[in-house]
């Protein structure tokens, strides 16, 4: 099982940043998704179920942040608009051992390697 993130980079606050995450070596419908973010503290930001019917975002994201994936292109999306200071921190795409999310970190069983997400003017 394999997870690797990209689109992270340097932005303006006010700004748009969108990430990719592209799982292979698993049935990626079949798995809830999610969005962490580390800055420090690990966080859940946003959750997708397996058929991408029931997503979940943290109050500090919701309405700025969009959760999506494409199944046909095993790809986990996150568009963040109107990004704050506060949002920099890297961020990890995480796979769930169900087809439904938790909230719980301990659920989640692959991991990327992150990418860096930084806000500043």
């Known amino acids: 099982e394999r997870l690797a993130e990209s689109g992270g980079g340097l932005v303006q606050p006010g700004g748009s940043l969108r990430l990719s995450c592209t799982a292979s070596?698993?049935?990626?419908?079949?798995?809830?998704m999610a969005w962490f973010r580390r800055a420090p503290e690990r966080e859940l930001l946003a959750a997708i179920s397996a058929n991408g019917d029931t997503t979940y975002y943290a109050d500090s994201v919701k309405v700025r942040f969009t959760i999506s994936r494409d199944k046909g292109l095993n790809t986990l999306y996150l568009q963040m608009d109107n990004l704050e200071e506060q949002d920099t921190g890297r961020y990890f795409c995480?796979?769930?051992?169900?087809?439904?999310?938790?909230?719980?970190?301990?659920?989640?069983?692959?991991w990327g390697q992150g990418t860096q997400v930084t806000v500043s003017s």
């Open positions: 995480a796979k769930s051992g169900s087809p439904m999310y938790s909230l719980a970190h301990y659920s989640y069983d692959a």
């Open positions: 070596g698993f049935t990626f419908s079949l798995y809830a």
